[in-house]
């Protein structure tokens, strides 16, 4: 799915200089993959690279076989228009706010997703996300947490091969958090879907998550510099 080397982020901004590091990362279809860690340590960045949106600084290698019979893509070589095909075809991307289209409502934002992918799958049932009474309300009439459980559902719409989810689950209590990451799991593993879920909750995925990544960090003396390495941890 992904094969990753050498992989460099960098970001300066009014003398504070954040520096963002991956030797070496493999992720295969179907894996579930907690990323893992405190604020500020890079796990929003690390997502937003592997979802095409947010290009590295350097990196030797930074491939993905979207089908497993089909072709390996460098992702270093592809043009901006050709990363937003791949985007739209392959990923599903759950942000933080859940980022739903305004104009339309809860029914609408999700069967926009899954046309966009080809419109050829079925219709996730809302009910399995506890939104079906709000089918018919747009995006500004919703809770937080419906927002959150909408784009869940979006972001599943037309079976993706890869689900990005960043803190997915925030603005929802414990238990619920954890049933729709069951409902999530569940998907992905009827579908072998690859998921890979930020969360600062490092319990919440016990049991769900096969692989995890986590990052050490190292600040200047002054605070001006944040060093940040990711790796795998054995779960």
Do not use: W
């Not at 954040?18 to 179907?30: E, R, T």
């Not at 930020?198 to 319990?203: E, F, I, L, N, R």
């Not at 990544?213 to 054995?234: K, M």
Request: net charge positive; hydrophobic share 40%.
């Amino acid at each position: 799915m992904f094969n990753i080397e050498q992989l460099c982020f960098d970001r300066e901004k009014n003398g504070f200089h954040f520096h963002l590091q991956l030797l070496k990362l493999s992720i295969s279809k179907g894996d579930f993959v907690a990323v893992v860690g405190d604020s500020g340590c890079g796990k929003s960045t690390l997502l937003d690279i592997l979802g095409l949106i947010l290009p590295p600084s350097s990196v030797e290698r930074f491939e993905m076989t979207p089908d497993e019979d089909g072709p390996t893509l460098d992702l270093r070589l592809m043009p901006a228009r050709r990363l937003a095909r791949i985007r739209r075809q392959h990923l599903g991307y759950v942000l933080q706010g859940g980022g739903l289209l305004p104009f339309l409502n809860v029914a609408e934002n999700i069967k926009l997703a899954q046309l966009l992918r080809g419109g050829n799958s079925e219709d996730l049932p809302l009910s399995a996300f506890g939104i079906s009474a709000q089918a018919a309300k747009k995006p500004q009439h919703l809770s937080g947490g419906q927002r959150q459980r909408v784009a869940i559902a979006r972001a599943l719409a037309g079976n993706p091969e890869v689900v990005l989810a960043d803190e997915p689950t925030a603005a929802v209590d414990k238990p619920t958090a954890r049933h729709l990451c069951e409902v999530l799991s569940t998907h992905a593993k009827k579908n072998r879907t690859t998921v890979i879920m930020v969360t600062h909750d490092h319990a919440l995925l016990d049991g769900i998550a096969n692989r995890r990544l986590t990052f050490s960090l190292t600040t200047s003396s002054d605070g001006s510099r944040v060093n940040t390495h990711v790796h795998e941890v054995a779960i």
